[in-house]
Nanobody
Framework: QVQLVESGGGLVQDGGSLRLSCAASGRTFSSYTMGWFRQAPGKEREFVAAISWSGGNSDYADSVKGRFTISRDNAKKMVYLQMNTLKPEDTAVYYC???????????????????WGQGTQVTVSS
């Protein structure tokens, strides 16, 4: 069982930065692939970024490549999403998710994830 709690969301101006954090509980955190997803009003939840259990592999949605960076600290049971050069279209609720798999595949598929946080709101003003 893994519980996830996101933090770090807020209101930021166009071009600004935010760092989201996801605190995890559970003894097997280091064996999970971790992902960030987001959902804007009236839209479906979409993949943002994912990182393998070791941190050695990561991938991003095309819309955030070069602007967002995902990282993890297994000793602290934390996952982070550094978001730079934010745009109004990045406005959404951001969710942290855990996938019980040590192989890094299908990480962009919502249904592959076993645990979800409650989400944190990110609003980018123009």
């Amino acid at each position: 069982q893994v519980q996830l709690v996101e933090s770090g969301g807020g209101l930021v101006q166009d071009g600004g930065s935010l760092r989201l954090s996801c605190a995890a509980s559970g003894r097997t955190f280091s064996s999970y692939t971790m992902g960030w997803f987001r959902q804007a009003p009236g839209k479906e939840r979409e993949f943002v970024a994912a990182i393998s259990w070791s941190g050695g592999n990561s991938d991003y949605a095309d819309s955030v490549k070069g602007r967002f960076t995902i990282s993890r600290d297994n000793a602290k049971k934390m996952v982070y999403l550094q978001m730079n050069t934010l745009k109004p279209e990045d406005t959404a609720v951001y969710y942290c998710a855990a996938k019980d798999a040590q192989t890094f595949h299908d990480y962009d598929r919502i249904r592959e994830y076993d645990y979800w946080g409650q989400g944190t709101q990110v609003t980018v003003s123009s």
